[in-house]
């Protein structure tokens, strides 16, 4: 079948052709108005942001670490302080050529095979946008040509900046702590691009860590122009940081660093305080680390040297350390006695043991003290006094006076770790152990034994306490001191008691002799002591125990010691503890010590002779002995790898967290435990007795 053919025509042909060219048209009209309202988008609403991405592509803008606020002591004296550094970094992330950029660092700072090695280690093993350190304390120089040869070497971060420092080194590190490159978990959990600044560093322990919010400051941002490859073309206005506050401490850093020295080759710490006002004046715990070179990455063989050291130098053994105080606990003894009404006249007979139903305690002297009194008991330090005077009272009424001298009390200072002991009582071991209380508990604490433990900071707030009279508050920033502190709640007249029984045992024949002070019209009033620390068996005792200079360093006695000074008006008081120090060494031994660290307090020059004297007996000062150590490890270590060896430990915990100090803190607690254990099965330390300075004169 055929269709017609439609035929168009001239009026139609004309309508089709206007139809399109209008719609034509329109939609020409409309792209044209989408163009220019996408113009004047882009050139007024987006203006402001497009011309920040400009700016961005012409200037590269890049923080700058704030300026650390120092740490300084009550006088003034730098104790943490900042200085100059030029330094280089590398961030993993923006290196493109990493053996090119190796090469031209190696040329440009002249940089050792070692310092190349621990380079490429600390490259494997960074995060691509943690900062790797190439080199610090770079000289102008170098630093300069670094810098102008910048843009052909991307990933290179010269920075000029601020380093840490610590002008008195290890003496300072269980105070202050030190300051560390940011990790990466931490920088994960905030996402802070100052985190990853180079040359930024936070506080990774003590006060640097605790006093973090008020150190840090705020970061500055530095501008440079640039060309499209990043060529420099001209250093912009610059943001200034703002630094950090400064901290004013109440420590002395000249008796911080002298007690420190005086402590000597022992594992030990000291406290002193300020008997008016509670001001801390020092705080020492010994072996320590350096924190400089914990600021400035240490190496993986440093660590490693530090965690094996059997004198433990990353506890704070002043917050960390927990000891038996053996008789340093007399004098507050003595005092609860007298505040439950014993006659300080009253006198026990001292035969050299007392027998208590089927067993038999001793007294460090085996032939007796005879009839003594308080006073005496107190400076003759008479364990069989105390068995017995304990005995009758009960610990229970000695508790309470514990724990109001500061024992077993938590401090509120800016310490991330304290741990604070154990003031026993009957109803604190019903709910810990699910026993009663027995006549063994009350003996062995009544010379500081069994279930008793304390810190060394405890100790000397004891000593400032009954010296003072004050329920006086330790402190350690300027404002926050509380000298007005109420008076114990105890008789003055029993407190004058137990201070001459403390004067006794220096300068009336006591045990501490040794500590006497030779300085005219001053007298030092203290307290000598001894914590058993071994498990000592039957047969030892049927055969004679062993001295503690016949055995090995762990097993011998932990030394400890409190006094003040002046006796008839305290200004002055101090704790020492010496690990298993066992009072084998005279001029080692907590009286020396004691006296010669009281004594810079009154008289700085006759303090600092006595320590020029005995200081090279010992191997020379804290650095010179470090250095020694350090190297006599290298020599006889079996060495890991070079790579190893050499590489920065970046991720390592804080020295207070490390394993070595977890692993001291179990052994304390195993031996503490095998103690307690002892004195259920009719044994214990009041089995056999404190033991005292041989030579107290």
Known sequence: MNRSTRIATEAQQGYTFSRRAWLLGAAQVGVGTLLAGRMGWLAIAENERYNLLSESNRVNMTLIPPRRGWLVDRHGHPIADNRTDFRVDLIPDRIVDEERTLAALRDLLALTDEDMLRIRTDLKRAAGFQPVKVAENVGWERFAAVQVRQPELPGVAPTRGFARNYPAGAAVAHLTGYVGSASAEQYKQTRDPLLVTPGFKLGKDGLEKTLETDLRGKPGAKRIEVTARGKLVAELATRPDTPGKTQRLTIDAGLQEYAARRLGTNSGSAVV???????????????????????DGISHLEWKMLSADDHVPLMNKVTQGLYPPGSTVKPMNGLALLEAGVDPNERVFCGGALRVGSGLFHCHKRRGHGAIDLRGAIAQSCDI??????????YDRVAPVARAVG????????????????????AWKERKYKTKWT?????????????????PMQLAVMAMRIGSGRMLQP????????????????SAENLRIVREGMWQVVNGGGTGGASRLYIPGIDLAAKTGTAQVRRITMAERRSGVLSNAQLPFKL??????ICFAPADNPRYAAGIVLEHNGHTVRNLDTPMIGRDIMTYLFDKEKALKALAEVEPTWGGDIRTRMAAQEAAYRATSVAPAPA????????????????????????SNAAQEATVSDI??????????????SDPQ
Do not use: W
């Not at 305080?273 to 600021?295: I, K, Q, R, W």
């Not at 005077?389 to 009960?394: A, D, E, I, N, S």
């Not at 011998?556 to 010691?561: G, T």
């Not at 259920?680 to 300075?693: I, L, R």
């Open 556 to 561: 011998r006695d932990h030394a400890l010691f």
């Open 475 to 490: 402190s350690l920033l300027m404002d926050k001191v509380r000298p007005d502190a109420p008076a114990l709640p105890f």
């Open 439 to 455: 006549v063994a508990d009350s003996l062995n604490a009544s010379i500081g034994q069994g279930y008793v433990l304390a810190n």
């Open 273 to 295: 305080f300020d008997c008016l006002t509670g001001e801390m004046l020092c705080m020492v715990s010994m072996p320590a680390y350096d924190p400089n070179s914990f600021s």
């Open 644 to 667: 190893q060896a050499v590489a920065t430990e970046t991720d390592v915990p804080a020295p207070t967290r490390a394993p070595a100090v977890e692993q001291a803190t179990d052994a």
């Open 407 to 426: 024992l077993g009390e938590k401090y509120d200072l800016p310490f991330a770790t304290q741990r604070y002991g154990t003031v026993p009582d009957s």
């Open 385 to 394: 006094y105390f068995y017995e005077m304990v005995r009758r009272l009960g």
């Open 680 to 693: 259920a099965n009719g044994a214990g330390p009041a089995s056999v007795g404190t033991t005292e300075p």
